[in-house]
């Protein structure tokens, strides 16, 4: 059974940093590309950031982009999102979720984590 674990969100100030953690069982992690997404209070589900299966390739979204880093140790099963330079609007609910695929441009899922509040306030 595939499960899904994301970890490390809380409150942060403005101008702060945060690393996400996502820990993966029940599949081939290294087989598999994955994504961040996140849900902000009342809005919809936005798209973060992807990498490729072996790590090589990543995506991000124009929002994150130069603040977000997106990462993964095939070894650990784990995915990470290191954050930095967070403001208000980053205030929302992160998850991991599984592609399809090993291509990080395949922005279809079968499987996400329940998430992790980050809250970026002073």
């Known amino acids: 059974e595939v499960h899904l674990v994301e970890s490390g969100g809380g409150l942060v100030q403005p101008g702060g940093s945060l690393r996400l953690s996502c820990a993966a069982t029940?599949?081939?992690?290294?087989?598999?590309?994955m994504s961040w997404l996140r849900q902000a209070p009342g809005k919809g589900l936005e798209w973060v950031s992807a990498?490729?299966?072996?790590?090589?390739?990543?995506s991000y979204a124009d929002s994150v982009k130069g603040r977000f880093t997106i990462s993964r140790d095939n070894a650990k099963n784990t995915l990470y999102l290191q954050m930095n330079s967070l403001k208000p609007e980053d205030t929302a609910v992160y998850s991991c979720a599984k592609s399809l695929d090993s291509s990080w441009s395949t922005k279809e899922y079968d499987y996400w984590g329940k998430g992790t509040l980050v809250t970026v306030s002073s």
């Open positions: 029940g599949f081939t992690f290294s087989s598999y590309a």
């Open positions: 990498i490729n299966s072996s790590g090589g390739n990543t």
